[in-house]
């Protein structure tokens, strides 16, 4: 422990290693201050947990793999012992109950409470009020979203249980809300406010996060030796993380937000108090179990971009390893001057697919008016080694329409994209900021024309989607689907549904977009243009496919996207059909760093409203 000195004096390190602490629930909570103490130097622990280690717990608790099903209490034991191996570990396996209370108090410098209110009020009382009556303090942990606190009863000031904040029938009546009213009003963070309105409401698991839990345990370890030290201390230690990380004005809004929340909160707790507890929301209809690997691989086709975020894909499962990607003719609007303008959309899908997992596609030949037809199957071999990283970087794919920086793209993400191309017979075209404003790459006339002529049906269309609150959820707003940000697409947003003069509005919005166009033609690092065939349905899947393929691999070297060609809503390919034969544009991408996080994350619809069973 020599190189605790300088920071911890040679009393405090003396005093950490005679001290005996009981950690009362060994979880996220209990489970962050075992490391830092036994590495500050106290080698006697008594660790109690009834539960065992889960695979949701490798998220943010001490744990790995190969420890899922082990108690917890035993895992940290055998933690604490490879980093001292003289360390003195007692074990409750069972957890702390009224039986063996007294047992683990006696001799205990210091404890530090852990328990789930919701799981053992009373138990969590009782360990309250024999510390009381020993005089031993007792360290409170909570985790808030990204804000730990800790909450200090010195025992030894004030015996009173909670110091007089919570009540013994409270606890045991199993009333939640008054048996935690020592958290106060005020050291709630904003942000995570309206997930407890969500919980209390609702049911569900609490989120957790790694790196409040670790600052739990920064924060917990040095309240438990300024107790050894007799020292008084807050009675409550707290930093919200998410604060701290944002500039000022960011960080003042994220305070004066929270009033408002608490009393939502309130009113909540409020309203779920007289229905007799949160009960957790279910359908009325029972959805048929999805094989997991193929739950996750589709969980992840459902973030693919699509034009107007009409998502117009149907998974069709044919067995455990086969799917069926089919058209959702339902959400793809009639008025769309490309009667096949979703077969992109079915390509991105597929492009997610093939990117989470090894598998086998076979296209499928059919007449389109065939109300079965399908565009091919795709059979599911194995996830990719790396999936949970592709799963990210699916997850954090999205259309950035903000400047970026007019660096190049660096010759190894180059090299990958355009090999990328070359095996799916793309031509890429790759040209500098300046070399597009100097070709005028964008929307021909025509294009131009028929979106800005069709723009009031598709708004229409739009809009009538968000009414309802699936619609809304599922598809989102109007303005996020509008391929401009900013005051610019808010004035095209008004402007779409006014009662403004066709003509004018015509003019206007036409402008609007050139502007914009401009604007992002100059602030980017290149343009990419993908030209090949977009002939048939087979083609513009493939086209679809390697769109999604090329845009996760810049995603995947930190570079931001964004297509072009589809300002209002599309998808970065012609809104017309091209007759260029088998040189057609398929997409342009701009693409650069990001200087700044997306403006909208657009919706999705729930998986199970995409599947279909094929009997």
Known sequence: MSRNLDILTEREQAVLRAATVLVAGCGSVGGAVVEPLARMGVTRFRLADPDSFDVSNLNRQACVVADVGLPKPEVLARRVVAISPTAEVRTYPDGLTLENLDEALDGAHVAFDAIDPAMSAWVKYQLHERAARRGIPVVAGVDWGGKPAVFVFDYRRNPLPFHGKATAEAHRDNRLWDSVRWFGRTHFPSDYLPVMSDRLANGGTWPQISYCVMGLGALGSRVVLNLLMNRRVKPVVTVDLHAAAMPRAAALAHRVRMPLELARTLWTVRQVTRKGGSRPVRSGQRERKLPPELAAVLDGARLAPSTYNSQPWRFEIVDHHTVRLARNGERWPAVHPDEVGWAENLGCALGALSYLSHGEWEAHDGALTDQSWFAGRFRLDRLRDDFLTRQGVLGARSTHRDDMLSTPIDCTTLKQVEKLCADRN???????????????????????????????????????????????????????????????????????????????????????????????????????????????????INAGETLMRLWLALVEQGYAAQPLLGEFGGLGIPSTKDTSGDNAVLAVLRVGKGTRPPTTRVARCPLATSVKWVE
């Open 426 to 540: 793309v031509e890429l075209e790759t040209m500098s900021s300046s070399e597009a404003r100097s070709r005028r790459l964008g929307r021909t006339e025509r294009d131009k024309s028929t979106l800005i002529c069709n723009v009031d049906e598709l708004w229409a269309w739009v809009r009538k989607r968000a009414d309802t609150e699936f619609g809304l959820s599922s598809f989102g707003t109007p303005h996020d689907l509008l391929g401009i940000s900013g005051v610019a697409g808010r004035l095209a947003s008004a402007l779409a549904g006014s009662a403004i003069p066709d003509v004018v509005r015509r003019r206007v919005l036409a402008g609007v977009v050139e502007h914009r166009r401009a604007r992002q033609l100059r602030n980017c690092g290149a343009l990419l243009v993908l030209r090949g065939p977009r002939r048939s349905v087979a083609d513009r």
